[in-house]
């Protein structure tokens, strides 16, 4: 990549994440859990994984002034990640996601404290212009502030958006953009709640459509275990089935899906090119217990891209 | 009391000092204006984090009491290790003991809290305190012989509790039982324990008596000296709190009806403190079980697991305010 970058704009956080092996008891103290911090968040994940598959980001979000921020720019910065241009709140806690599984899921507790997010504003944009008004592309998630969408929207037509939904409830003011979005890249429920289907596992081909005549250039549609489609105006369309693994820890590969849509359009691939790339990143991320494969390179997913094209797994 | 006050930590010569053995954690409690429900994304939360640890809110407790208290724990070598031991010796605990394991989690304890303020469920991880062996204790034991207490939680692993009974016979011993699901790790080692303060559920669990009325104390009482134990303190949460000893004495104080609670969490914990205050100070029985509601109640009166407002003015001022009787 000739000294571009990419601008990830969104959320970060820490997600601790528990697990146990014994039943849970609610209402009392459970003392066998196993607790792990990572540092999260869509949007400076995808600019990790970008930054793993060899390209640059630089990282707009905001974080706080606790023992979180630290963590979030310190492993944020190891991986690679320009944060000189994050906003820290004073006297904030930084975001952070707790999610607690039982033993074959018999609880689930998932809390979020996502206040910081009111801190992704038009103004601390409009404090970073020229980075933004110089990037290859923004890749971003739909956790900023309204009043930030239409800032970005508005002052950088020039500047492709990709865009990940991340979370059905984003949907609505996903919409109103649609039409001014280079990449749109959505889950199955995301696409049903954009086109306004009550089913997620309807027709993926008419969701497809749907989308696209909406307005962005090019749409890619996961659907977990039946595979992944993709879409662009000039009429190209793929679909491919999911690869054959066994998935250890799902969460992160949407994040890494998208981050490698970029890597892909850095690289010039087409769409079908772009699709299996997508999608062997994906695998990577999904197979090991990490949200981010921390061996995640573009030479390990090409690897992994022959390996099942020989394999005769995808429908071509 | 003016010989436990001052700052000293010097070995040589050093004011007399309370050991307090255990474990060292962060306590991330979840706030909720909503119910939380289960199986869905709950995002309208407020998650406050602070120092924790049972045995190290004692070590705060009576740091803020002035009695010197040096903390025998480890941490994780993560950055939650690194905010316990600065706010930890910032709140004036001599953490120099503290060891940092690596490549470990520090002790974490989560509880999710309804808007109510019921708990939806609690968890903890205390592998870190795990890895603390009878050879930690060891390494530390010229300071150990020193101490003029032995504050001890039943969360040690057993070899460490079996070596400081082997090895510190004949300095006091304190054990806050914290959790009745902690019982069994120490029931067979009772006898190392010459003052056991024990919540009423505890002590159900490990006298098998339901505590129902005052005779059931007595017996209760009866069962725990006939494990080797001298003194006993029961807290019976609103109802006050219940002391016995093998001499004979027999304390009930009550609960002030009139006492605003914000947060129960840690009252447990400064009781204790309270307890360990009494014995530093030479204070009998009903000085001590005075000294030791005081400081539960300043607790209750704190959002924070440790009310870090509190001081010893402001407990003997409530130890003024009170009265206590013998039943």
């Known amino acids: 990549m000739s000294g571009g970058y990419t601008v990830c704009i969104g959320d970060s956080s820490v997600d601790i994440i528990g697990l146990t092996d014994q039943p849970v008891r609610l209402g009392d103290k459970n003392p066998t859990f196993r607790l792990s911090a990572h540092t999260g968040g869509a949007a400076r994940n995808m600019a990790e994984n970008l930054c793993r598959l060899g390209g640059r980001a630089k990282l707009l979000t905001c974080v706080g002034d606790d023992l979180y921020a630290q963590q979030i720019l310190r492993d944020s910065t190891a991986a690679g990640i320009d944060c000189t241009a994050v906003r820290q709140v004073p006297d904030h806690p930084s975001s952070s996601c707790i999610l607690l599984n039982g033993p ?88 049903a709640a954009l086109v306004g289907q009550d089913d997620p596992k309807h027709c993926p081909e008419q969701m497809l459509e749907a989308l696209l005549q909406m307005g962005p250039t090019r749409v890619f549609l996961t ?54 790339f997508c999608q062997a990143a994906a695998a990577i991320t999904m197979t090991c217990e990490a949200c981010i494969a921390p061996d995640l390179t573009d030479q390990k997913v090409l690897r992994w891209v022959q390996r099942y094209q020989k394999g005769g797994t995808h429908s071509g | 009391m003016a010989e436990i006050q001052g700052g000293n ?12 053995c255990g474990t060292t954690g962060i306590d991330i409690a979840i706030l909720s204006r909503q119910e ?115 504050v001890l939680c039943p969360a040690l692993p057993a070899e460490c509790l079996d070596f400081i009974a082997r ?72 109802r006050g709190a ?8 027999r ?22 403190a309270g307890i360990a205050y009494g014995h530093m100070a030479g204070y009998a029985p009903p000085q001590s079980m005075k000294f030791a509601m005081a400081c539960a109640e300043i607790t209750l009166q704190s959002a924070d697991t440790v009310n870090s407002e509190i001081t010893l003015q402001r407990v003997l001022a409530a130890v003024e305010s009170r009265r206590e009787q013998a039943l």
């Open chain 1, 223 to 276: 659907m977990g275990p039946d595979g992944a489609m993709a879409g662009d105006q000039s009429g190209g369309r793929v679909r491919r089935p999911a690869l054959p693994l066994k998935p250890v820890n799902t969460t992160g590969a949407g994040d890494c899906f998208t981050a490698a849509t970029q890597y892909c359009r850095t690289q010039g691939y087409d769409l079908a090119q772009t699709v299996d």
């Open chain 2, 36 to 150: 939380i429900k289960l199986w869905e994304k709950n995002n309208d939360i407020l998650v406050k984090m602070s120092c924790g640890g049972m045995m190290r809110n004692i070590a705060e407790n009576l740091a803020r009491l002035g009695v010197s208290a040096v903390l025998f724990s480890n941490v994780g070598d993560d950055l939650y290790g690194q905010k316990i031991l600065q706010d930890s010796a910032d709140a004036g605990i001599d953490m120099s003991r503290v060891r940092i394991e690596e490549g470990c989690t520090s002790n974490t304890f989560i509880s999710v809290d309804q808007p109510d303020g019921e708990m939806l469920v609690g968890l903890g991880d205390a592998l870190c305190s795990d890895r603390l062996g009878a050879a930690y204790f060891e390494e530390n034991m010229l300071l150990l012989q020193q101490a003029s207490l032995l």
């Open chain 1, 104 to 191: 074959s899921g018999d609880t689930c507790v998932a809390v979020g404290d996502l206040r910081i997010c009111q801190y992704l504003t038009g103004d601390y944009l409009a404090q970073h212009r020229a980075l933004l008004a110089e990037a290859e592309a923004v890749m971003m998630c739909m956790s900023l502030q309204p009043d930030a969408l239409d800032y970005l929207f508005d002052e950088f037509p020039q500047v492709p958006k990709v865009v990940d939904v991340s979370a059905t409830e984003h949907a609505a003011l996903a919409r109103r953009y649609l039409a001014r979005i280079d990449t749109l890249k959505v889950n199955e429920f995301e696409a």
């Open chain 2, 251 to 272: 304390l009930f104080a009550a609960a002030r009806p009139d006492l605003p609670v914000i947060n129960t969490t840690g009252s447990g914990d400064s009781f204790t």
């Open chain 2, 242 to 249: 219940y002391y016995r000893d093998t001499r004979g004495t």
């Open chain 2, 9 to 20: 930590t010097h070995v040589a010569g050093r004011r007399p000092f309370v050991a307090c």
């Open chain 2, 167 to 238: 090895k510190l016979p004949h300095i006091p011993k304190l054990l806050d039982m914290n959790s009745a699901g902690l019982v069994e790790n120490v029931r067979r080692r009772m006898a190392m324990v010459d003052i056991l303060k024990v919540n009423k559920y505890e002590a159900q669990e490990l006298t098998g008596i339901a505590l129902r009325q005052q005779p059931d104390l007595d017996m209760a009482a009866e069962a725990v000296f006939a494990m080797g134990v001298k003194q006993l303190y029961i807290t019976l949460g609103d």
